[in-house]
T-cell receptor
């Protein structure tokens, strides 16, 4: 089972800032939070990853509060090409091993309109 | 840098037939994943390899699905016999390791239609 909860869909307009929040109440101490973007007919693509506070790259920002039970992906000034499904993932550590697996939820479908 | 390569891109078969998918991960990536993505759903992890050993295959329907990663590089996923509900996109991904914080790189997937 996915360890995260996200809104099923969001609508926005070009030029607006979009914030997608993900809940991960049972996140483990050593789990990272990772966001992926998926366009139709393509595999998911890494967007951003963080552990705490704020991370920013050329594509997005990721805000993580101190309790780490949620995170917010911020997309500044979206364009039509940002229409995609966005997935929030945290690791799922396999018992008695040092390994983790990444379980995808249903994601958030973002539709950007003109 | 070359990405994750998958083939074929599309496959159409009839139920009860067999099918195989191939994946070549990014060079040097120790971990390889096979995901199944049914239309409208998120990717579901089928099997995860660390080098040529299986880390997790708890979601793999072992009565009909099999996967191998010989020599810790390429991998094949096989379905035999296929069922209608196996219609999906099969995604292969790879990462450097699998201990935490890894970035997954995905291929474009193989779209399977079972008629």
């Amino acid at each position: 089972l996915a360890k995260t909860t996200q809104p099923i869909s969001m609508d926005s307009y070009e030029g607006q800032e979009v914030n997608i929040t993900c809940s991960h109440n049972n996140i483990a101490t050593n789990d990272y939070i990772t966001w992926y973007q998926q366009f139709p007919s393509q595999g998911p693509r890494f967007i951003i990853q963080g552990y705490k506070t704020k991370v920013t790259n050329e594509v997005a920002s990721l805000f993580i509060p101190a309790d780490r039970k949620s995170s917010t992906l911020s997309l500044p000034r979206v364009s039509l090409s940002d229409t995609a499904v966005y997935y929030c993932l945290v690791g799922d550590h396999l018992l008695n091993t040092g390994f983790q697996k990444l379980v995808f939820g249903t994601g958030t479908r973002l539709l950007v309109s003109p | 840098e070359a990405g994750v390569a998958q083939s074929p891109r599309y496959k159409i078969i009839e139920k009860r037939q067999s099918v195989a998918f191939w994946c070549n991960p990014i060079s040097g990536h120790a971990t390889l994943y096979w995901y199944q993505q049914i239309l409208g759903q998120g990717p579901k992890l089928l099997i995860q390899f660390q080098n040529n050993g299986v880390v997790d295959d708890s979601q793999l329907p072992k009565d009909r699905f099999s996967a191998e990663r010989l020599k810790g590089v390429d991998s094949t996923l096989k379905i035999q016999p296929a069922k209608l509900e196996d219609s999906a996109v099969y995604l292969c991904a790879s990462s450097l390791e699998t201990f935490g914080g890894e970035k997954l790189f995905f291929g474009s997937g193989t779209q399977l239609s079972v008629l």
